[in-house]
């Protein structure tokens, strides 16, 4: 294998051995799904409850599951949603089901849901497989009634904790994860319990043993905990559910009664459902939701030493362009990607141009920056599902290659810079080229958005092993050769974490702090020694 020795971020050139025993080659993780281009997006969690007097008047199930649509795009392989009427601790209503969301939840599922509060999950599988057993989600019966949880992340210390949690002696039915938080949850805290169960005891000590990856939305019987892994890794917001017909725009106003709360992965959701942004879930922060409003109980700190790591991929390419992050929104951040690339990564053009749909913004920035005009050049069919893996090279270019269209009209003689946000297998971006080259361009210069992809990500992402990473195999000459463009290149790293920055109100860098680990390798808990790469 060959290694990119045009990224200075990376010792692979320096030290091939010993990089690569510190971050071994091959061996997939177990539930990973097979996909032939891009990375697959991770899960979405979901949580609402009413305020005031229950039952409540307010379609709790199905504002749940419009909040699930909304984050649809985090993962398509299962959804679950579980309500509770707030009344019985040993009842609580659940659905789920394998596949997207409008097909799990018809009407006789929603009515079926009724209640006062309850959470939801879509998944995309990291650590078990895609299978109805391990749909979120998770639900079990504890001592003090049931317990009710969503995941998006992946643990990193799986397999130690696994093996703590069985030695308590707990059983657990399935290879997940997210069970597994479920059943720490479930273990007394080290302090004991004097009058029953101490909830936010029980979650400080689940933080304690796993300090990440996760976004969690746990259910008891009358009330929701948000809670966000003390790195900020995976994102989480809430958001305020405001009588109807109340402005749902603008600063968010504490005097304004809410008619609910609600919690979200992405706030890209809130208002089809009215509701009001409100704010980020600090990392480490554990929030309480009940019918009488939302109470930050804690905020767990991180060890000293390390730094917030809020997934930069969030902006590059998994969440929808008009949610709100660090208080700024997604698609404004692409904007400025493209803006830095072009400042990075000049080149002489007629037209600036996007792969659709995520490279789009980008390309607005990089048009804005250099002054040369935007103009589509690919027409996407948004019925192609992924481009699973095929038998042949043949097939696989075929089958990305059937997603889209050349606009011949605003090709035809054209110098065209084609910016697209992210390169990981390298299977979308030649089989564009070749349309757009039959379709008259005269040059084709691709310029990326992030800078390559060189590491696996341990914290909820299916990115390639390394040696599917097209970029730990040429760098950006040879790749440029392989799939026929004029040029390209990416984006630096230090040029994307400037622009993620360029507008969050905070500066310090002891708040602010993104992950960076598949492009630099420097991973924010360090490289659990357990993991298998
Ligand atoms: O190098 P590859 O492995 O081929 O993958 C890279 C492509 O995959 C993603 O697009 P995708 O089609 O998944 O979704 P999008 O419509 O959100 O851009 C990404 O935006 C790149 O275009
Ligand atoms: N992508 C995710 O966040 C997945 C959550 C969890 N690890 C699972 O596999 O279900
Ligand atoms: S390694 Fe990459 S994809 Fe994974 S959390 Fe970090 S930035 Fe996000
Ligand atoms: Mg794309």
Not at 219 to 243: E, F, Q, S, T
Not at 313 to 335: H, K, N, P, T, W
Not at 357 to 386: D, P
């Amino acid at each position: 294998m060959s290694t990119n020795c045009d990224q200075p971020s990376s010792s692979s050139c320096q030290d091939g051995s010993q990089e690569l025993k510190k971050y071994p080659l091959g061996k997939k993780r177990f539930g990973r799904g097979a996909v032939e281009s891009g990375l697959t997006h991770e899960c979405g969690v979901f949580g609402a409850i009413a305020t005031g007097e229950w039952p409540t008047s307010l379609e709790i199930s199905q504002i749940i599951c419009w909040g699930l649509v909304a984050l649809q795009h985090r993962g398509q392989e299962s959804a679950g949603i579980v309500t509770s009427e707030g009344k019985c601790t040993k009842h609580f209503n659940v659905h789920k089901g394998m596949g997207m969301i409008n097909n799990i939840f018809n009407d006789e599922a929603i009515r079926k849901l009724k209640g006062n509060l309850g959470i939801g999950h879509t998944r995309y599988s990291t650590s078990a497989a895609s299978e109805e057993v391990n749909c979120q989600p998770f639900v079990v019966h504890t001592a003090h009634g049931a317990l009710a949880v969503a995941h998006n992340g992946e643990l990193v210390n799986c397999d130690s904790l696994r093996k703590m949690v069985l030695s308590r002696g707990v059983g657990l039915s399935t290879h997940s994860d997210s069970e597994l938080i479920t059943q720490a949850l479930c273990l007394n805290p080290p302090e004991g319990e004097k009058d029953g169960p101490d909830w936010p005891a029980r979650i400080k000590h689940l933080i304690s043993l796993a300090p990440l990856s996760y976004s969690l939305v746990i259910m008891l019987r009358d009330k929701i905990y948000a809670v966000r892994d003390p790195y900020g890794n995976r994102p989480l917001c809430l958001g305020k559910i405001l009588p109807f017909n109340e402005p749902l725009y603008g600063e968010c106003d504490e005097s304004r009664q809410a008619e609910g709360w609600v919690v979200s992965s992405e706030s890209c959701g809130f208002l089809s459902i009215g509701a009001q942004y409100v704010r980020e879930v600090f990392p480490g922060e554990i929030i309480e939701m009940t019918r009488h409003g939302i109470r930050s109980i804690d905020i767990v700190d991180r060890p000293a030493n390390k730094a917030q790591a809020f997934c930069i991929f969030e902006y590059v390419y998994f969440a929808r362009a008009d949610s709100i992050f660090e208080g700024q929104m997604v698609y404004a951040v692409r904007l400025q990607c493209g803006r830095q690339l072009a400042i990075e990564k000049p080149v002489e053009a007629d037209i600036v141009s996007s792969v659709p749909e995520s490279g789009t913004a980008a390309a607005h920035g990089y048009s804005r920056q250099t002054g040369i005009s935007f103009a589509e050049v690919l027409c996407k069919n948004r019925y192609v599902g992924r481009s699973f893996i095929q038998p042949s090279t043949r097939l696989r270019q075929l089958a990305v290659a059937k997603k889209f269209g050349a606009l011949s009209g605003n090709v035809r003689g054209k110098r065209i810079i084609l910016i697209d946000d992210s390169i990981v297998r390298g299977n979308t971006i030649g089989p564009i080229i070749k349309l757009l080259r039959n379709a008259g361009a005269t040059e084709v210069h691709i310029r990326i958005a992030s800078p390559p992809l060189l590491y696996p990500c341990y914290m909820g992402i299916n990115i390639p092993t390394r040696e599917e990473l097209i970029a730990n195999k040429l760098n950006p000459k040879e790749l440029a050769k392989h799939v026929g463009a004029d040029s390209l290149e990416y984006l630096s790293i230090e040029g994307l974490v400037k622009a993620v920055r360029s507008d969050i109100k905070v500066k310090s860098p002891t708040i602010i702090g993104h992950c960076t680990a598949c492009l630099s390798g420097e991973y924010p808990g360090g490289i659990p020694q357990e993991l298998e790469w």
